[in-house]
C-alpha cells in the first residue's frame, strides 16, 4: 500500500482522540493533527496545526493550504466541534465529504427536528420558542408531558421534562440560565420544547458510504430514561430488541441520516422505541463518545477507530461483524455536587466477574456537577460476558461496589449589604 496521510481534526481535550491515533499508527497513517485553537492562543503558538476551528471558513483555507505540500487521503473529525470543519475542508480537496450543511443540521437541534419532520422521520411534536419569552405566557399551550432543551449543547445537557405548567415554568427558566451560563446570547438563543416521547432507548453506530447505512453496533439503554433529566448510564449491545424491531430501528437511523444530508463515515443515532415504533432522538455525525469504544471490536480485531480510519482514506474492510460476546459500558453518573475527594472500591469492583476495566476520569479536589448543568462524567465502567444480561448485572455490580467521597462545596459568595 502507498504512504497514506489524513488530517485529524480534534478539540484540546477530547477523549477520543487517543484511540483515533492509536488506530492512524496501527494502520501506519501519517496524521497530521489539527487541534482547535483559540485564535489569540493559535497566533501565539504559531504552530500551523492550531486553528481556530469557529471561524470555519478561515479555518477550512489555513487547512487547505496546510496540506498542499503534504497531501491527505482523508479529513477525519474525532468529534461534534470538528464535523462541519472537515465537511468544509473535504469538499475543498475533492475528498468523500458530508454536506456542510447536513453536520450544522446535525449538530443544532432545531434544524434537526425540522430536516426530518419534513422527510418523514417519526420526531416528536417540537416547537421553539425565544429563551427571552416568559415562559408563564405560554405554559398553558404546550403539550404535556415536555422536554425542555437548549438547542446547541450535548451530553443531555440543561435537558429538562416536565409535566405540568409549573414544572414548565422552572424547567424553561433553569435551561435559560444554563445556555447563558454556557455564554449564549439570550437574546438571540431559542429553546426547544417537544412531546416527551415514552419507551426504551437504544443507540445505533453506524457507518455510512454514499448515503448507505451499515450497522455496526445496536446499543440497549436498560436503565429507564424518564426524567426529569437525562443521564445516560449503561450501554449494552448486543442488542435484546427483537430482529424486527432492530430492523425498524437501522431503518429509521438511515433515513435520518439521509434527511440531514449525512452520506459519509460515522454516525451516532438515538431512538426510543415504543408500540408506535422508532422514534428519532438525535443523530450525530461522528462516533460514539467518551471512552464507550473500547469495547467494540470488529472482524479480526479492529477497533472501532480502526475501521472508521480504513473506511474514510477508502480501503475495503474485511468485516463489520462484531467480534465476541455481549459487551457493556456504563458512564458512572454524577450522584451528587460537591468536591470529588476519593473513590474508594476500585479493587473489588475490578474482580467483578465480567468487568474489563474502571476508568475514573472525573479529577480528584474539584468540584462534580451533576446534570442538567453539568456535562460530565465520573468515569467509565467497561464489562464483557456470555449474555447481555449478565453483562448488565455486572456493570450494576460493580458500580454498587464503588463509594464516592464528595464533601459540600464551599462558595464564596461576594459580600452584600446585609439585612438588618
Ligand atoms: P443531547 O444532545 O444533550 O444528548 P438529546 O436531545 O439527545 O440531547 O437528549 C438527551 C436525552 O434526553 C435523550 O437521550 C433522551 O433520553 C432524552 N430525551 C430528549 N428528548 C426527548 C423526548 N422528546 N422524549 C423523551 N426523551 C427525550
Ligand atoms: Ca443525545
Given at each position: 500500500m502507498r504512504h497514506r496521510r489524513i488530517a485529524l481534526l480534534s478539540s484540546?481535550?477530547?477523549?477520543?482522540t487517543p484511540a483515533f491515533l492509536a488506530a492512524a499508527e496501527r494502520l501506519k497513517l501519517e496524521v497530521i493533527h489539527i487541534v482547535d485553537t483559540p485564535e489569540a492562543l493559535a497566533r501565539e503558538w504559531r504552530?500551523?496545526?492550531?486553528?481556530?476551528?469557529?471561524?470555519s471558513e478561515a479555518a477550512a483555507a489555513r487547512i487547505v493550504e496546510l496540506v498542499r505540500?503534504?497531501?491527505?487521503d482523508a479529513v477525519v473529525p474525532v468529534d461534534d466541534s470538528a464535523t462541519l470543519l472537515a465537511a468544509l475542508v473535504a469538499s475543498r480537496l475533492g475528498?468523500?465529504?458530508?454536506d456542510p450543511d447536513a453536520a450544522l443540521a446535525a449538530r443544532d437541534k432545531l434544524r434537526m427536528r425540522e430536516r426530518l419532520h419534513a422527510h418523514g422521520?417519526?420526531?416528536?411534536r417540537f416547537r421553539p420558542y425565544p429563551?427571552?419569552?416568559?415562559?408563564r405566557s405560554i405554559a398553558q399551550e404546550i403539550e404535556y408531558p415536555c422536554v425542555v432543551k437548549p438547542t446547541l449543547l450535548s451530553g443531555?445537557?440543561?435537558?429538562i421534562r416536565a409535566d405540568h405548567p409549573s414544572e414548565f415554568v422552572a424547567a424553561f427558566e433553569r435551561v435559560r440560565r444554563i445556555i447563558a451560563s454556557d455564554g449564549g446570547d439570550l437574546e438571540r438563543a431559542v429553546i426547544l420544547v417537544e412531546r416527551f416521547v415514552p419507551g426504551f432507548e437504544v443507540a445505533l453506530e453506524g457507518l455510512l458510504t454514499e448515503g448507505q447505512l451499515q450497522v455496526l453496533a445496536l446499543f440497549d439503554?436498560?436503565?429507564?430514561?424518564?426524567?426529569?433529566f437525562f443521564e445516560e448510564t449503561i450501554y449494552v449491545t448486543p442488542?435484546?430488541?427483537t430482529e424486527t424491531t432492530q430492523k425498524a430501528v437501522a431503518e429509521c437511523a438511515g433515513r435520518a441520516a439521509a434527511a440531514l444530508g449525512l452520506r459519509t463515515g460515522p454516525i451516532h443515532a438515538e431512538l426510543r422505541v415504543n408500540d408506535q415504533g422508532p422514534w428519532l432522538i438525535e443523530v450525530a455525525g461522528r462516533s460514539i463518545g467518551?471512552?464507550?469504544?473500547?469495547?467494540l471490536e470488529f472482524?479480526?480485531?479492529?477497533t472501532l477507530e480502526e475501521l472508521i480510519l480504513t473506511h474514510a482514506i477508502g480501503e475495503p474492510i474485511t468485516s463489520f461483524e462484531r467480534r465476541g460476546e455481549a459487551v457493556g459500558v456504563m458512564m458512572i453518573p454524577?450522584?451528587?455536587?460537591?468536591?470529588?475527594r476519593r473513590v474508594e472500591g476500585i479493587e473489588e469492583a475490578r474482580t467483578v466477574?465480567?468487568?474489563l476495566g474502571i476508568e475514573i476520569t472525573a479529577k480528584l479536589n474539584h468540584p462534580l456537577v451533576p446534570l442538567p448543568e453539568g456535562a460530565s462524567y465520573l468515569g467509565f465502567i467497561f464489562a464483557r460476558a456470555r449474555t447481555p444480561a449478565e453483562v448488565e448485572e455486572a456493570l450494576r455490580a460493580a458500580h454498587r461496589q464503588l463509594v464516592f467521597r464528595i464533601t459540600p462545596e464551599i462558595r464564596l459568595q461576594p459580600v452584600t449589604a446585609m439585612r438588618p
Open positions: 484540546p481535550t477530547s477523549y477520543r504552530r500551523p496545526e492550531a486553528i481556530d476551528f469557529s471561524q505540500e503534504r497531501p491527505v475528498l468523500p465529504h458530508n422521520v417519526p420526531v416528536p429563551a427571552a419569552i416568559d415562559p443531555s445537557r440543561g435537558v439503554k436498560p436503565d429507564p430514561l424518564d426524567g426529569p442488542s435484546r430488541l467518551g471512552l464507550c469504544s473500547t469495547i472482524g479480526t480485531g479492529m454524577i450522584p451528587r455536587s460537591g468536591i470529588l466477574p465480567g468487568i
